[in-house]
């Protein structure tokens, strides 16, 4: 079978296309540090849950950028981790 330029950026290792996945740990801790940061709008706990759901997301861009399954993923990981740093320095 040919590995070409769709192959390689839709489909993993074992050939399945992947473009969504279940979510892993540290997307796991930016949803849950996200929604408790919109409750607790005030305080040091609000500031704590802001630091955890950005270096969670963070993590998670980095892994998928460096790990991702296929050129999709790892694109998504790219744009994430672009995005994280262009809504910091603007």
């Known amino acids: 079978m040919e590995n070409t330029l ?3 950026t839709f489909r993993d ?5 992947v473009i969504a996945q279940m979510p ?3 997307l796991i801790v930016w949803i849950v540090a996200s929604i408790l940061s919109l409750i607790l709008t005030s305080g040091k706990i609000n ?3 802001d630091v ?3 270096g969670s997301l963070f993590t998670w ?7 991702g399954v296929n050129y999709f993923r790892r694109a998504l990981g790219l744009a994430v981790f672009i995005g994280i740093i262009a809504s910091k320095v603007l």
Do not use: M, R, Y
Not at 61 to 67: D, T, V
């Open 6 to 8: 769709v192959d390689k």
């Open 61 to 67: 861009a980095w892994l998928e950028l460096f790990q």
């Open 13 to 17: 290792s074992t050939g399945k296309i």
């Open 52 to 54: 955890l759901a950005n």
């Open 24 to 26: 892993n740990l540290p």
């Open 47 to 49: 500031t704590v849950l």
